[in-house]
Protein backbone atom coordinates (compact mmCIF):
# COMPACT_ATOMS: atom_id res chain seq x y z
CA UNK A 1 0.00 0.00 0.00
CA UNK A 2 0.74 3.51 -0.09
CA UNK A 3 0.38 6.60 1.79
CA UNK A 4 -0.46 9.63 0.04
CA UNK A 5 -0.67 11.70 3.26
CA UNK A 6 2.46 10.93 4.13
CA UNK A 7 4.15 11.25 0.90
CA UNK A 8 2.86 15.05 0.93
CA UNK A 9 4.21 15.65 4.30
CA UNK A 10 7.42 14.01 3.05
CA UNK A 11 7.82 16.90 0.51
CA UNK A 12 7.04 19.67 2.55
CA UNK A 13 9.57 18.59 5.22
CA UNK A 14 11.99 18.08 2.80
CA UNK A 15 11.04 21.71 1.38
CA UNK A 16 11.32 23.25 4.69
CA UNK A 17 14.47 21.66 5.49
CA UNK A 18 16.32 23.51 2.59
CA UNK A 19 14.32 26.71 3.48
CA UNK A 20 12.69 26.92 0.20
CA UNK A 21 9.48 28.63 -0.53
CA UNK A 22 6.40 26.55 -1.96
CA UNK A 23 6.82 30.14 -5.47
CA UNK A 24 10.47 28.66 -5.77
CA UNK A 25 9.31 25.07 -5.87
CA UNK A 26 6.42 25.99 -7.74
CA UNK A 27 8.37 28.41 -10.32
CA UNK A 28 10.87 25.48 -10.60
CA UNK A 29 8.03 22.79 -11.63
CA UNK A 30 6.50 25.54 -13.82
CA UNK A 31 2.78 25.28 -11.84
CA UNK A 32 1.33 28.00 -9.73
CA UNK A 33 2.08 28.15 -6.00
CA UNK A 34 -1.44 27.42 -5.45
CA UNK A 35 -1.33 23.97 -7.17
CA UNK A 36 1.78 23.41 -5.26
CA UNK A 37 0.12 23.89 -2.13
CA UNK A 38 -2.70 21.33 -2.97
CA UNK A 39 0.21 18.56 -3.41
CA UNK A 40 1.93 19.13 0.20
CA UNK A 41 -1.63 19.17 1.33
CA UNK A 42 -2.32 15.49 -0.14
CA UNK A 43 -5.02 17.19 -2.00
CA UNK A 44 -3.88 15.99 -5.82
CA UNK A 45 -1.96 13.07 -6.96
CA UNK A 46 1.84 13.53 -7.59
CA UNK A 47 2.86 11.71 -10.61
CA UNK A 48 6.12 9.48 -10.77
CA UNK A 49 7.61 12.26 -13.15
CA UNK A 50 6.78 15.22 -10.70
CA UNK A 51 8.53 13.30 -8.35
CA UNK A 52 11.03 12.42 -9.68
CA UNK A 53 11.29 16.71 -10.69
CA UNK A 54 11.09 17.55 -7.07
CA UNK A 55 13.61 14.91 -6.06
CA UNK A 56 15.94 16.52 -8.28
CA UNK A 57 14.97 20.19 -7.01
CA UNK A 58 14.79 19.46 -3.67
CA UNK A 59 18.85 17.52 -3.99
CA UNK A 60 17.36 14.16 -2.85
CA UNK A 61 16.78 10.28 -3.48
CA UNK A 62 13.42 9.50 -4.73
CA UNK A 63 13.30 6.83 -2.69
CA UNK A 64 14.07 9.66 0.52
CA UNK A 65 10.69 11.27 -0.09
CA UNK A 66 8.76 8.05 -1.09
CA UNK A 67 9.79 5.80 2.00
CA UNK A 68 7.50 7.42 4.54
CA UNK A 69 4.71 7.04 2.56
CA UNK A 70 5.57 3.47 2.12
CA UNK A 71 6.48 2.28 5.95
CA UNK A 72 3.31 4.35 6.65
CA UNK A 73 0.93 2.56 4.22
Known sequence: ???A???AMAIRA???HLNYTQEYIAFRLNMSQN???K???GQTVVSVNRLVQ???IMET???DLLQPAIKSA
Open 14 to 16: RRL
Open 54 to 56: LST
Open 61 to 63: DLY
Open 35 to 37: AYS
Open 39 to 41: LEL
Open 5 to 7: KAL
Open 1 to 3: MFN
